[in-house]
């Protein structure tokens, strides 16, 4: 199988953007024209309410955990799931279909995370909740993830190539999420709201 063709499957399968979907359908909009600008489930919360970007994020956790299972099912190796994998994340970040104005990969890349590592996963979603809890900042959150993923790979010993992924979406994460360190640094950032509306508001 190579690893070319399981990484352009991911790539298309990241092209499936649940926020953009979710801001055409509920809110006839383009999500990437309002809020924060990101086409991610946070911006869908700020715009739209929280069970819009509930479905979003369903969307975008779903696509990586599907990009690995194909890539498994096709007859993949850990390369080839993990290649998959990326591809998704980049898809989700810097989509062909929406000209390359995407999300910041979070939600996907834990959906992939989920069918690689699911140990690995499911702490890295627990810190992340308790920081959101605790300060109400999903920035904070992501950023200690990408932190703190490569640190659990080598806690755990998992393998080279775990750990090349590991800091490939750790890479990818806090360059997407550059703008909000600063804006953390300076204390400047934006905290998230539980909004329950369904539609924007006038």
Wanted: charged residues 15%; hydrophobic residues 50%.
């Amino acid at each position: 199988m190579g690893i070319i063709v399981p990484f352009f499957a991911g790539y298309l399968f990241g092209n499936i953007n649940g926020a953009y979907i979710v801001g055409r359908v509920v809110g006839g909009i383009d999500i990437r024209e309002h809020g924060s600008k990101n086409a991610g489930a946070t911006n869908v919360n700020r715009v739209l309410g929280s069970k819009p970007a509930l479905f979003a994020l369903a969307i975008d956790l779903l696509k990586g955990v599907t990009a690995v299972i194909l890539a498994r099912s096709l007859g993949g190796g850990d390369m080839q799931a993990i290649m998959a994998g990326v591809g998704a994340v980049c898809g989700h970040n810097w989509p062909f279909f929406l000209k390359f104005k995407g999300g910041k990969g979070i939600a996907t890349s834990l959906g992939v995370l989920l069918s690689l590592d699911y140990q690995v996963a499911l702490i890295l979603l627990l810190v992340g909740i308790v920081i959101i809890l605790t300060t109400r900042y999903v920035s904070l959150a992501s950023v200690a993830g990408a932190v703190l993923y490569p640190v659990l790979v080598i806690a755990f010993k998992l393998s080279e190539e775990m750990m090349v992924f590991s800091l490939i979406i750790s890479v990818f994460a806090l360059l997407r999420h550059k703008e909000n360190i600063k804006r953390l640094l300076r204390g400047q950032e934006t905290r998230a709201s539980i909004k329950f509306a369904t539609k924007k508001e006038d």
